[in-house]
């Protein structure tokens, strides 16, 4: 199999169900039994393929990590509870007090706030560059860097780094790249290719198939010498490239308990099946809506990748596979504007969050950034007068009709 | 001739054979997930077709479970 969309379906199946199930069955078992004592010694040794126990290993959770590992082409894939679990559980295994990790001013509202408020009270230190300057990046790593971290397409500022430029930036100083990737996924992103060394994903987005549950993946490319990483390195001198699954596995994912649930991630191997049909039609609309909004006198500023004007417009055509993904903005004139626009729309839903296959809208300033002084959050780019869109995979004509009525109310 | 897996003395009569054959030999469940250490190193995965086991060697096989390869 070479295609996403076969591998998604067909999966990597390790066990064949007992009764045949063409789609693998949940398990909603806490605990699994063994027939002898010797067994579960070996199993707890790591030296027999069992599952003990659902909070650090469970089949149908298990299904759904080697049908992203499959799609990622990756060398380990360990599924947790929720996108900011995931990140959580990198920071946790790579860095340490006292150390720090370089990253962007624009991240996902609840990210910098996981790393200036949470974990700063731990004694890590967060170190911001402009990611689309390697200078920047170079200039701010030490010796106590742990990892790049930034967002495949940075929301909602929707900046495109250029990942060839950090990821030498990294090699040179033996530092991780790790990504949030989740508002392009495997699908429109190879971060292997790229050389980054982690993908994290909030499986929440595209891939559930529909916001139907919470759930986040760590991906280890395999692509970066564990050995390197100050707290790995003696782990990788004994189990090699597994060194970073190891310890997730058998201590921080098992102690943090940030399981995914069986069901969920029976919801989610499902909606991968499906992910690339949908990221196709959410891209298509969105670069339509974009053109659409663009050309409305009340829009102030209209910002997509996928514009030709876009000042990353060659980085995301370049690195994405030739689609931009379903998130744009656009501006106002002012936060009233945006409210009564957003107020008379009867299509388009009024939630907090992305890559649903509904249509979904909100003011950041006002929701997500809403904890953040204004001069941090003008900083940040996120201003009053802008809206955020999540573009789903309705008919086009009728998304394009409600923002219409929206615009003509003001 | 005589090997250790898992640490456990086990004789072979077969003087050439590769990772897979173990594999095989041993019955080693979910072969495609399981990663090998012989004598204390880790095989690339690539590398399991060409490395012979010779007499004295010692293997451990060792799973990852839920995504390790």
Redesign the interface.
């Known amino acids: 199999m070479k295609g996403f969309a076969s591998k998604a379906i067909h999966g990597?199946s390790?066990?064949k169900d007992l009764q045949g199930a063409l789609r693998f069955p949940l398990y909603d078992s806490v605990a699994f039994e063994f027939d002898s004592s010797r067994d579960i010694e070996?199993a707890f040794e790591?030296?027999?393929?069992?599952?003990a126990y659902s909070r650090?290993?469970?089949p149908t959770?298990?299904d759904f990590?080697?049908k992203?590992?499959l799609v990622s082409d990756a060398?380990?894939?360990?599924?947790v509870s929720s996108g900011m679990a995931a990140i959580t559980e990198v920071i946790l295994a790579l860095a340490e007090t006292g150390s720090n990790i370089i990253t962007s001013p624009f991240l996902f509202g609840n990210t910098i706030s996981l790393f200036t408020k949470t974990f700063k009270r731990w004694g890590l230190e967060v170190r911001y560059a402009d990611m689309t300057d390697p200078l920047s990046i170079d200039k701010a790593i030490n010796d106590r860097t742990r990892l790049i971290f930034l967002e495949t397409i940075t929301n909602p500022q929707l900046e495109v780094a250029n990942f060839a430029d950090i990821t030498a930036i990294a090699g040179k100083h033996n530092v991780p790249v790790v990504v949030d990737g989740t508002l392009t996924t495997p699908y429109l992103f190879r971060s292997k290719d790229a050389g980054i060394a982690l993908e994290i994903i909030s499986t929440t987005k595209y891939i559930t198939g529909g916001a139907t549950s919470i759930g986040g993946v760590i991906i280890d490319n395999?692509v970066f010498d564990w050995r390197k990483n100050p707290g790995l390195s003696s782990d990788a001198i004994k189990?090699?490239?597994?060194a970073l699954?190891?310890r997730l596995?058998r201590e921080i994912h098992r102690n943090v308990g940030s399981c995914m649930s069986p069901h969920n991630a029976w919801l989610q191997a499902l909606g991968l099946e499906t992910v690339a049909l949908r990221i196709d039609k959410s891209s298509a609309n969105a670069l339509a809506v974009a053109q659409f909004l663009h050309t409305q006198k009340k829009v102030m500023l209209v910002n997509y990748p996928g514009l030709l004007s876009n000042t990353f417009h060659d980085n995301a055509n370049r690195q994405f596979s030739g689609k931009f993904g379903g998130i744009l903005t656009f501006e106002l004139k002012s936060k009233e504007e945006c409210f009564r626009f957003m107020d008379s729309l009867t299509l388009v839903r009024r939630a907090t969050n992305i890559n649903d296959n509904k249509t979904l809208i909100i003011h950041p300033a006002s929701t997500i950034f809403t904890d953040y002084t204004v001069d941090d959050r003008e900083r940040m780019r996120v201003n009053d007068r802008l809206i955020r869109l999540s573009v789903g995979i309705e008919d086009l004509e009728d998304i394009v009709e409600d923002f219409q009525h929206g615009l003509d109310k003001l | 001739m005589e090997i250790k897996v898992?640490g456990e003395l086990k004789q072979i009569v077969n003087d050439s054979i590769a990772v897979p054959g173990i594999l095989k030999l041993f019955n080693v469940?979910?072969p495609?997930?399981?990663?090998v250490?012989l004598n204390g190193?880790?095989l690339d995965r690539k590398n399991f077709d060409s490395t012979l086991i010779k007499e004295k060697d010692e293997i451990?096989?060792?799973?990852?479970?839920?995504?390790?390869?």
């Open positions: 990597a390790i066990k070996l790591g030296k027999k393929p069992a599952h650090i290993t469970n959770v298990e990590e080697q992203i590992r060398f380990g894939v360990v599924a395999g189990v090699g490239p597994a699954v190891m596995r | 898992n469940e979910a495609d997930m399981v990663s250490q190193e880790f451990e096989f060792l799973y990852f479970m839920g995504g390790g390869k």
